[in-house]
């Protein structure tokens, strides 16, 4: 029953390493997040997709890569892991943009550590 | 540019003590402001949130906070503490037509016996 869920929950790795993580939601929302909590736990917004589309893209390195397959997908991949990618990532949904009643819901996080 | 600053990273009450997390805004127009709570190795929960009805706004678990404007405040609280409200509180401001949340720092909060 859980709304938004990611896999894997916990990720080792070394340097120079390519991952991804998994974002799934049943909440029939049309937009997902990723967020980054570094480890002072500072949460920044680093993507947002609607219906599929590329909507919010920060300041992120071009190593990280999202792609969402369908509405309920956003996956986020990586290459060439660096130490200071180590960091928790969540994922979240709501059910779209700019109504009041748009809450974003987040999982449950996958904690990345680049060894 | 709109933002949040929360004052105090680390609070501690007593169990059955009021409870005041303190968060202030800056935004150019209208905000919607919301508070998450996470607890230990968990994602973020809401709490509650201000959409410009009500200025005194309810949520979960006891907590409720006001919007004041002519302070640029969304202060939490809740009259009695319990064990069970250890966690970290993280206020947050919507920006723009995207539903981009811009949140800030955190506020840890220990309750002791």
């Known amino acids: 029953d859980t709304a938004v869920s990611q896999t894997p929950k916990y990720l080792v790795t070394q340097m120079g390493n390519d991952k991804s993580i998994k974002c799934e939601q049943n909440?029939?929302?049309?937009?997902m997040y990723w967020y980054k909590q570094d480890s002072k736990k500072f949460l920044k917004i680093m993507f947002s997709?609607?219906?599929?589309?590329?909507?919010i893209n920060e300041t992120v390195p071009n190593r990280f890569s999202p792609k969402s397959p369908d509405k309920a997908h956003l996956n986020l991949h990586i290459n060439s892991l660096e130490l200071g990618d180590s960091a928790v990532y969540f994922c979240?949904?709501?059910?779209?943009?700019?109504?009041?009643?748009?809450?974003?819901?987040f999982g449950p996080g996958t904690r990345l550590t680049v060894l | 540019a709109q933002s949040v600053t929360q004052l105090g990273s680390h609070v501690s009450v007593s169990e059955g003590a009021l409870v005041l997390l303190r968060c202030n805004y800056s935004?150019?127009?209208?905000?919607?402001l919301f508070w998450y709570v996470q607890y230990p190795n968990q994602g973020l929960q809401l709490l509650l949130k201000?959409?410009?009805?009500?200025?005194l706004v309810k949520g979960i678990n006891g907590f409720e906070a006001e919007f004041k404007k002519s302070e640029t405040s969304f202060h939490l609280t809740k009259p009695s503490a319990h064990m069970s409200d250890a966690a970290e509180y993280f206020c947050?401001?919507?920006?723009?037509?995207?539903?981009?949340?811009?949140f800030g720092a955190g506020t840890r909060l220990a309750v002791h016996p």
């Open positions: 909440l029939g929302h049309d937009t």
């Open positions: 935004s150019s127009v209208p905000p919607y």
């Open positions: 979240a949904s709501s059910h779209g943009l700019a109504g009041v009643t748009d809450t974003q819901y």
């Open positions: 997709y609607n219906n599929k589309e590329l909507i």
């Open positions: 201000y959409t410009s009805a009500a200025t």
């Open positions: 947050a401001v919507r920006l723009g037509g995207y539903n981009k949340l811009i």
